[in-house]
């Protein structure tokens, strides 16, 4: 089985029909499961507020949420030391570390640059 760590840049392109949504639409459906942290749905409605739209909970509806049960202080540690990004992209870096055993089993998908950089560093596929 195929999973992938989904951040909420992923997401938003394909709600909002932004440039390279379609690819990563594609490329999303092309994994078996998509996971995330629960962050992502207070990100995407965020996101839909800002924008004066309803929000859309059925864009959540294939993702499998990841509620660590501990505090992530190694993983954080772990993201930090791998290169700087801010606080919501460390806290989705560190739960795809939770939930990976081996990131270079996991892929994790961003649009945001700096976050892809800091996630090959750390061993997953981008």
């Not at 932004?18 to 992502?40: P, V």
């Not at 801010?86 to 994790?108: E, I, M, N, Q, V």
Request: glycine share 4%; proline share 5%; aromatic share 8%.
């Amino acid at each position: 089985m195929t999973t992938a760590y989904v951040d909420s840049s992923c997401i938003l392109a394909i709600a909002f029909g932004e440039r390279g949504a379609a690819a990563m639409e594609r490329r999303l459906h092309s994994f078996d499961q998509l996971t995330s942290s629960n962050l992502l749905e207070a990100e995407v409605f965020a996101a839909f507020a800002r924008e004066g739209l309803e929000p859309d909970a059925p864009v959540l509806s294939p993702v499998a949420w990841i509620v660590p049960e501990r505090p992530l202080h190694a993983e954080i540690a772990r993201v930090l030391e791998a290169g700087y990004v801010r606080g919501a992209d460390c806290w989705h870096l560190a739960t795809a570390l939770y939930l990976a055993d081996d990131p270079a089993k996991l892929s994790f998908l961003t649009l945001d640059t700096r976050q892809a950089k800091v996630a090959a560093a750390l061993g997953f596929a981008t």
